[in-house]
């Protein structure tokens, strides 16, 4: 397996899940699996706006770069990319895309997986809501499920 | 020192970032808290539940009381993160 | 969470992993969660020319189906895409292609695994190698890692 | 009945699908076999391994070798599938 190549991008813009793949796995033949998440932005009450999505720039970017590494020491992973958006996300849109490519099925579920995990606790991002009412949103809580998902994973926070 | 703030914290302080000279008594993030506490009703607020707040010290998670400021340039106060 | 959109294509063209997800996901504001799985045709060595893959066509349909809802009865999934490609199959190609959308990510990461897990052992499809070197190709073997992956899921085959 | 082979059991057998008439004494996956190998070496060569290899009774796995046929219309026989 080559180096792993890894790719983390905070942006406003939105991604291109084929264009990402593409780009990580043009050229090679050591990948034989590739898998990817995307989570979009959910309003099943209809009632839901936008996200208003903020962060904290450098610190962002440092720390998913650091869980990618940990992924990469984990798992054999060929390549990772990570990317974030923040800013105003409407209702249906896509928020996060992060893929995990291996030789093998496993370590790329594993590792998207894990990736998906620790970002979503550590990763310094914060998401209000913006509702159709014009009502004032809420900045939305933590969710004990995503601290509790960790245990899968052992002590290796 | 350089203080940022997010999320509700920073529309609860009113700042998103500031710059501070902190006394030389502060040592740790601990006393960091304690000194905060006496700068006003919008500190001591969210300040009474520390648990709830997270601390990044130069870009990276230190949420131990005991975590040493010394040489640090850019503390972070956080509500746990909602990202992903 | 609206009623599961199962969809199973057995082709010989390529899909389009953007495209699949839009359809899947267009007008639906109920799926947080999106899990991709895409499996190319390795090729370490640089020896493969292509891997020729056969299969029983209306079983290999059904098969996946039986899958699909067998994991649409095990985790709250919205919908699921399947898609296996027969044919000739070029060194760095796609061969298949599995999504699992969700409310929530671990469900549709659980959902991904175990759809790639039991179409590997369960969906009758075969490969036979082609080499660059004209040599004639080997049956690809069964892989007893493949049927170890199963355990994680119970007796549920 | 309708008989269907893959992979290198098509090759094997030099036969993808054919129609055969099976005596009234083979009731299951087991007596198939018993008489498959009957019909040459071709079949006794991969039917003395028979735990290699998969049975499907109308396009659904049926690998107890006391899988009934009764009622069957196409019987294929393959081995451990390599898909995915």
Redesign the interface.
């Known amino acids: 397996m080559i180096q792993p190549i890894i790719k983390v991008q905070i942006c406003r813009e939105d991604f ?3 264009k990402e ?1 593409e780009a990580l ?1 043009k050229g ?17 009450g ?1 009632t839901l706006n936008s996200l208003e ?4 720039p ?3 970017q ?2 998913i770069q650091r869980i990618a590494e940990t992924a990469c020491a984990r798992w054999p992973l060929g390549g990772i990319v990570a990317i ?1 958006r923040y800013g105003n996300i409407l ?2 849109e896509n ?2 895309l992060v893929i995990a490519a291996s ?1 093998h ?2 370590a ?2 594993d590792g ?2 894990f990736l ?1 995990d620790y ?10 809501e913006n509702f159709k009412s014009g009502d004032r949103g809420e ?5 004990d499920e995503d601290d509790d ?1 960790l245990a899968k994973w052992g002590d290796n926070s | 020192m350089k203080l940022v703030y997010f999320s509700w914290i920073r529309e609860r302080t009113g700042i998103s970032e500031e710059d501070v000279s902190l006394p030389d008594n502060v040592k740790n993030v601990s006393d960091l808290f304690e000194w905060l506490r006496g700068r006003g009703e919008e500190f001591e607020g969210f300040l009474q539940q520390p648990e709830i707040i997270r601390v990044a010290l130069d870009h990276v998670h230190a949420d131990e009381p005991e975590a040493s400021l010394s040489g640090v340039r850019e503390i972070a106060l956080f509500p746990p993160m909602t990202g992903g």
Chains 1, 3 share one sequence.
């Not at chain 1, 090679?28 to 099943?44: N, P």
Request: hydrophobic share 45%; net charge positive; aromatic share 12%.
């Open positions: 291109s899940i084929e793949i796995t090679r033949y050591d990948l034989g699996a590739v898998v990817s998440f995307v989570g979009l932005c959910r309003d099943e209809n999505i903020e962060h904290y450098v610190m962002a440092n720390e974030h209702a249906g928020i996060v030789k099925r496993q790329a579920f998207a997986n998906m970002l979503k606790t550590r990763a310094p991002f914060w998401k209000k900045w939305v809580s933590a969710n998902a």
